[in-house]
């Protein structure tokens, strides 16, 4: 199976969108790898005596009957693995007649089913978390159709802008068969699997794709890491200077921050002082008109007994008269 065959086999695996494209894309997947049957399991337990089996397959139709009987599975040897080891095998005749099950290797071998690999997904990880993490990883290395063109480049761009896809276009090193990236975008896909058993599936690929080896694909991951570290000084240069410019730039906000708070204080003051002449001049003002009012109240008082005293005269002066010309 060729390397691009190979890719491009899987990923349209994790695409699919309906239940139809799953099972012709899976199946046609192990068919790549070598293998003439493929079955799919998913086993959901509501207690201890209910659990649902949804499956993905290819059986033979003469076989489907027996495969998907419910009694059989509870003896079957691999499905009993399942249930209760979380690493993968690969199974043959032995594998049944060690559990005391060789009739039932015997009637599945007939339509093909005589030996297999397993592997095993836990559900320890939620889908949504492996999407966001698996995710990240495809955009960094330019997606999951291959490698795409380099977003832009070092001089359209700073370090901290480019995904690993640029750095190692800006390095000069091409993806191909023996490409460390393209395994990557694989084994990421099979995030869902306990680490043994993405090994298992990725070595598997290995020996039945004889374009790519992986002591090559080592070889290019050392040269790749060693470009991401070159690269990471770049990013802390870049980060250096931004931290440095970003701390004149507070530096300067913060003078003429203080420039401005300067200014105001000053009018501030300024108006408290008019504002305290305002205060001092009413103050006087009132001091006066109070003075003017009591001076006033003392001249109508002194007004008063000037009339008062004279009316009194008068009045004594007319009592006078009157009594003595009685």
């Given at each position: 199976m060729g390397a691009q065959m190979l890719q491009g086999s899987y990923l349209a695996v994790m695409e699919a969108r309906t239940a139809d494209d799953f099972r012709l894309e899976v199946v046609r997947?192990?068919?790549?790898?070598?293998?003439?049957?493929?079955?799919?399991?998913?086993?959901?337990?509501h207690s201890r005596t209910r659990s649902d089996f949804h499956f993905v397959d290819n059986t033979p139709p003469a076989y489907a009957q027996s495969y998907h009987d419910p009694s059989l599975a509870q003896v079957d040897p691999v499905m009993q693995h399942c249930k209760k080891a979380a690493v993968p095998i690969i199974w043959d005749q032995e594998t049944y007649v060690s559990q005391g099950y060789g009739n039932l290797w015997e009637h599945q071998a007939r339509f093909g089913l005589g030996h297999g690999t397993l592997g095993l997904?836990?559900?320890?990880?939620?889908?949504?978390d492996l999407a966001r993490e698996t995710g990240e990883l495809v955009a960094q290395l330019?997606?999951?159709d291959g490698p795409s063109a380099p977003s832009g480049g070092a001089a359209e761009q700073g370090p901290m802008q480019m995904t690993a896809n640029d750095v190692f276009?800006?390095?000069?090193?091409?993806?191909g068969a023996n490409s460390s990236q393209r395994v990557l975008k694989?084994?990421?896909?099979?995030?869902?699997?306990?680490?043994?058993?993405?090994?298992?599936?990725?070595?598997?690929m290995d020996a039945a794709d004889d374009t790519w080896a992986e002591a090559q694909v080592l070889d290019d991951a050392e040269r790749r890491?060693?470009?991401l570290r070159n690269h990471w000084q770049l990013?802390?240069?870049?980060?250096?200077?931004?931290?440095?410019?970003?701390?004149?730039?507070?530096?300067?906000?913060?003078?003429?921050?203080?420039?401005?708070v300067n200014e105001i204080d000053q009018r501030i003051a300024e108006l408290q002082k008019i504002r305290e002449e305002a205060i001092q001049a009413t103050n006087a003002g009132l001091r006066d008109l109070e003075r003017e009012r009591t001076e006033t109240e003392e001249a109508a008082?002194?007004?008063?007994?000037?009339i008062t005293t004279v009316s009194t005269a008068l009045s004594d002066l007319i009592t006078f008269f009157k009594s003595t010309g009685a």
């Open positions: 997947f192990a068919e790549g790898l070598g293998f003439t049957t493929v079955n799919a399991i998913a086993v959901i337990d997904d836990d559900g320890g990880a939620s889908l949504d330019g997606g999951r276009a800006a390095a000069g090193i091409a993806d694989i084994i990421a896909g099979l995030g869902m699997f306990p680490r043994e058993q993405q090994l298992v599936m990725v070595r598997a890491q060693a470009a990013v802390d240069a870049e980060r250096m200077r931004a931290l440095q410019s970003i701390a004149a730039r507070a530096a300067k906000a913060q003078a003429e921050g203080q420039q401005t008082a002194r007004a008063r007994h000037g």
